[in-house]
């Protein structure tokens, strides 16, 4: 199967979203930065995980299988306030709605790289306990 051609807009980061609420995370965890890093250090791993998975499924054609991992990437971005990844997911769940697989490759290709600036944030993270 040949992979859509990918633009730049495809690999753009969606421009004015942070890659995490801080507020968001303070509302759910309380002030502890320690602990809102491992959360979203154990989504990250878990998201890159579905993402693989993903890929294989729609290389392999199976569509629902690819919006339903697509479907829980949403559901725990948006939990956690992860506006662009849940975004990005959300659109994903409609192009497989819309079996539309152009779509969703070019949507898989946005949410690693929002995935990664995810985890680049995270090393730039505060460090420490309590804000």
């Given at each position: 199967?040949?992979?859509?051609?990918?633009?730049?807009?495809?690999?753009?980061?969606?421009?004015?979203?942070?890659?995490?609420?801080?507020?968001?995370?303070?509302?759910?965890?309380?002030?502890?930065?320690?602990?809102?890093?491992?959360?979203?250090?154990?989504?990250?791993?878990?998201?890159?995980?579905?993402l693989d998975t993903m890929i294989d499924a729609l290389?392999?054609?199976?569509?629902?299988?690819?919006?339903?991992?697509?479907?829980?990437?949403?559901?725990?971005?948006?939990?956690?306030?992860?506006?662009?990844?849940?975004?990005?997911?959300?659109?994903?769940?409609?192009?497989?709605?819309?079996?539309?697989?152009?779509?969703?490759?070019?949507?898989?290709?946005?949410?690693?790289?929002?995935?990664?600036?995810?985890?680049?944030?995270?090393?730039?993270?505060?460090?420490?306990?309590?804000?």
């Open positions: 199967m040949n992979l859509p051609p990918s633009s730049d807009s495809d690999h753009a980061p969606l421009s004015g979203m942070a890659p995490y609420d801080q507020a968001r995370l303070n509302e759910m965890f309380g002030h502890d930065r320690q602990l809102h890093r491992e959360i979203l250090a154990l989504f990250v791993t878990e998201t890159f995980r579905q290389l392999l054609g199976r569509m629902t299988e690819a919006r339903m991992l697509a479907q829980e990437i949403y559901t725990d971005s948006a939990n956690l306030g992860l506006g662009q990844i849940s975004m990005l997911a959300h659109l994903a769940v409609n192009a497989g709605f819309a079996n539309d697989l152009d779509g969703q490759l070019r949507l898989h290709a946005r949410l690693m790289n929002a995935l990664d600036a995810l985890s680049t944030a995270l090393e730039d993270f505060p460090a420490g306990g309590v804000a």
